[in-house]
């Protein structure tokens, strides 16, 4: 492996350092030179990954997400129409740590390459990856901070302004006004629990937990996750709806409940019209958001909904946390090759997990053959990855091999704070239903991802790791949709699937170690437009490992350790010592620990 000094000095890359690392790399792939973001996924396949010859390799992310490393502002939500939500409310530390964890990447994968442990394969998507850092002048961005030449709240501008451009369609500034909500939820909600449970609201509310779920999420509806409430909350939610103060006094007794149900996920600092100022602001509240829909596979399995549609199913529902035990971390490298050596994060102890789409699909069978061109898939690429949104596991949930990198990507990058991260999963028939960019108009999300297949064997051999053929429907929304919702869920106006009366999940009882909140659902009246997010398109880097050799992968090798720690790249530049949660002094003590030992 390559020496510790050497990768203290890439860590610490200056602009010219950077400026050499680009030009190393291109000459090895010339067409790896993007300028945009545009132009690197427009050298990208439309969905899933592609690679020559049938053989498994390891990967790595070569995308742009933020990390975030306060598990409290993660939500992850998977849902009917076989999605999962990503929403993450950024905090002062994921933007201005941002640019370092992008050059942290850079150095950490040029060390490894130029020492030989990696040899990139396939398409050069670490270069593209290297390339658009320059492009969008990251290195010139620190070395200018660090030089004094731009202030703090530039550099956050700066930091935000390159995290919206690499994750065009994903980024959202939300500013809400409180006190218009407070009076909204007063009237719609409050007035409502009130007439029910007259002066005894709070035993009313002690009694009736599913009642005091919702009325506290609609507090801040999408963006609360609260599953049960304390005494002093209940005391403190029965005051604030049966309150009678004038409108002000309410909004103030509205916010200091909010940040008391949040977990306080909102106290953090936000640059706006290059001031800094608190997220809540009085009664205002300023954050920026991730949110990225993926379209996902689920248990082979289908139920029934309250209209007769026979739907995917929802294996496990409920809100419970990302697991760990005494054999494996969070995110979890397996051994058997299908699984790709890409992190499988377990939500239960059976295993139940997010994972890679783990069924191989070969290009050289005739009904493959037109993926070529609807793909736009290289002719000497033979063999491809696509997630199908549709029934194909056992019990956990598959998703695209780029887009389980980038959950990786965004969630804490240690395993302690990685197992207070929620997964929640609704009642299979049960929609999400999100104010996705803070507008005010509530829509159901989904993803423009039309692909399912069937499965060559259902049992455990290796037929069940192979596809047999696309569903009729495929790449048809109109028919996609029919066949996944139902086709009495939605009406179509022009271009737009409109859902009525809606069944939405809330969640109720304690969230732990295996322990789950158990989802209920409630209807929810009104028509809402389905939301379509593009798909992302898979930004990974195949791999070999020509000093190791590709065996020496399983188990709990230095090798497989060392390609779950590309999941974990994270830096905090100057701001190390102002964050108590950085981890860049962890990622890089267990990289040195890693190749101390090869």
Known sequence: MFSM???????????????????????????????????????????????????????LYTGFAPREEEANRIHFRLSRGNVARLTVTLDE??????????????????????????????????????????????????????????????????????????????IFDINLDLKALSAEWRSKMASVVVKKAGAQLATYLAKNPQEAVVLANQILFGRLN??????????ALAKLAGSTADEATFANDYVALLKSLSGNRFETKVVRNGQTQAAINGTQLSITEFTAIYPVGSVLAT??????????????????????????DVDQIRSEPYYGWIPKMNYTLSQNAIHNPAVRTSL???????????????????????????????????????????VRAVFPSSNEEMTRVVYSGNASTDY?????????????????????????????????????????????????YAQLYGANQYTKAQDTYVFSNPYISYFSGTVGRDKRAKAFSVKVAGDY?????????????????????????????????LVRLFGRINACGPFAKEFAKCREPEFTQEMSSIVGKQ
């Not at 139920?303 to 054999?327: H, Q, W, Y």
């Not at 002719?379 to 949930?397: A, K, Q, Y």
Request: proline fraction near 4%; hydrophobic fraction near 35%; charge should be positive.
């Open 432 to 480: 999400d239903l999100f104010d996705i960019d803070g507008s005010g108009q509530l829509k159901v999300m989904g993803s423009k991802y039309f692909v399912a297949y069937n499965l060559v064997s259902t049992g455990s051999d290796e037929g069940y790791r192979e596809s047999k053929g696309l569903i009729p429907e495929s790449f048809n929304a109109d028919q996609f």
């Open 226 to 235: 609260v599953t049960q409430l304390s005494s002093d909350q209940i005391q």
């Open 303 to 328: 139920t029934k909904d309250n209209a007769g549609n026979r739907i995917p199913m929802i294996r496990e529902n409920g809100a419970l946390n990302f697991v760990s035990t005494e054999r494996f």
């Open 93 to 170: 530390q994921a933007v201005l740590t941002y640019l370092y964890s992008l050059q942290k990447r850079r150095a950490v994968i040029s060390a490894v390459t130029s020492s030989g442990d990696i040899k990139p394969m396939h398409r050069p998507q670490n270069a593209m990856h290297d390339s658009l850092l320059d492009a969008h002048g990251v290195p010139q961005t620190i070395a200018d901070f660090e030089a004094g030449r731009i202030t703090r709240e530039q550099f956050y501008a700066r930091s935000l302004e390159v995290m919206k451009a690499l994750n065009p369609g994903r």
């Open 529 to 561: 437009p389905l939301y379509e997010q593009k798909y992302e398109q898979d930004k990974i880097q195949f791999f070999d490992l020509p000093k190791l050799g590709l065996k020496s992968l399983g188990g709990t090798t230095n090798a497989s350790k």
């Open 364 to 406: 050289s069978k005739s009904e493959f053959k037109f993926l070529y061109n609807q793909l736009g898939i290289p002719s000497n690429e033979r063999t491809i990855w696509l997630v199908s949104r549709g029934p194909v596991s056992h019990g956990c949930t598959r998703m695209a091999a780029g887009h389980i990198h980038e």
């Open 5 to 59: 000094q050497a990768f203290a000095q890439r860590s610490r890359l200056t602009l010219a350092a950077a400026t050499l690392v680009t030009l190393t790399t291109s000459q090895a792939f010339t067409q790896a030179q993007v300028t945009s973001i545009e132009q690197y996924n427009s050298g990208l396949i439309a969905n899933g990954v592609a690679w020559a010859g049938s053989a498994y390799y390891p990967s």
